[in-house]
T-cell receptor, first 114, second 109 residues
């Protein structure tokens, strides 16, 4: 079956702009989580959605937001982009809410803010 | 709070050498533990997992045993290949996945 699909794969934005990233989970998976990966901070949890509801949130400013649709697809939005937002953004899907089931990751969206 | 500490890299080995990447964790209770691998330009792939103490996860010749006494989950492989060159992440499942900083493995022929 198809894996986790993230679009676009690469993105270049200007400081101050906003960006929307998309994630389509594995068919049947209802939980989608987002992570930011940077060389300095490593992998950090952004938020998790389960059945269209945000279930958990990491320690990121309000400029980072997300949502999940009825078909479990999720979008992540970052407003007023800063240079430090340049990172690989990874989406992970799992069958149930996190805590017991392994997560399957997409290939990520590489965001560069200039 | 929960945390994962793994050995600093890079780790450089010759083909067929023995690999150990150390991982220790701090957590409330006994969380599920994972090793993920990331190849250049790719996302994370689940390598193996263990859900309770003394469980041994294994996949593609890699093994790791959940040791609650030492709060460790060290990754081992008896004979590495060039194709094993990647970044390896140890992680625990709390309310979200908590990752170590990653260990870069480079295997030369």
């Amino acid at each position: 079956k198809a894996g986790v699909t993230q679009t676009p794969r690469y993105l270049i934005k200007t400081r101050g702009q906003q960006v929307t990233l998309s994630c389509s989970p594995i068919s049947g998976h209802r939980s989608v989580s987002w992570y930011q990966q940077t060389p300095g901070q490593g992998l950090q949890f952004l938020f998790e959605y389960f059945s269209e509801t945000q279930r958990n949130k990491g320690n990121f400013p309000g400029r980072f937001s997300g949502r999940q649709f009825s078909n479990s697809r999720s979008e992540m939005n970052v407003s007023t982009l800063e240079l430090g937002d340049s990172a690989l953004y990874l989406c992970a899907s799992s069958l149930a809410a996190q805590g017991s089931i392994e997560a399957f990751f997409g290939q990520g969206t590489r965001l560069t803010v200039v | 709070g929960d945390s994962v500490t793994q050995m600093e890299g890079p780790v450089t080995l010759s083909e067929e050498a023995f690999l150990t990447i150390n991982c220790t964790y701090t957590a409330t209770g006994y969380p599920s533990l994972f090793w993920y691998v990331q190849y250049p330009g790719e996302g994370l792939q689940l390598l193996l997992k263990a859900t309770k103490a003394d469980d041994k996860g294994s996949n593609k010749g890699f093994e790791a045993t959940y040791r609650k006494e030492t709060t460790s989950f060290h990754l081992e492989k008896g004979s590495v290949q060039v194709s094993d060159s990647a970044v390896y992440f140890c992680a625990l499942m709390g309310t979200a996945l908590i990752f170590g900083k990653g260990t870069t493995l480079s295997v030369s022929s």
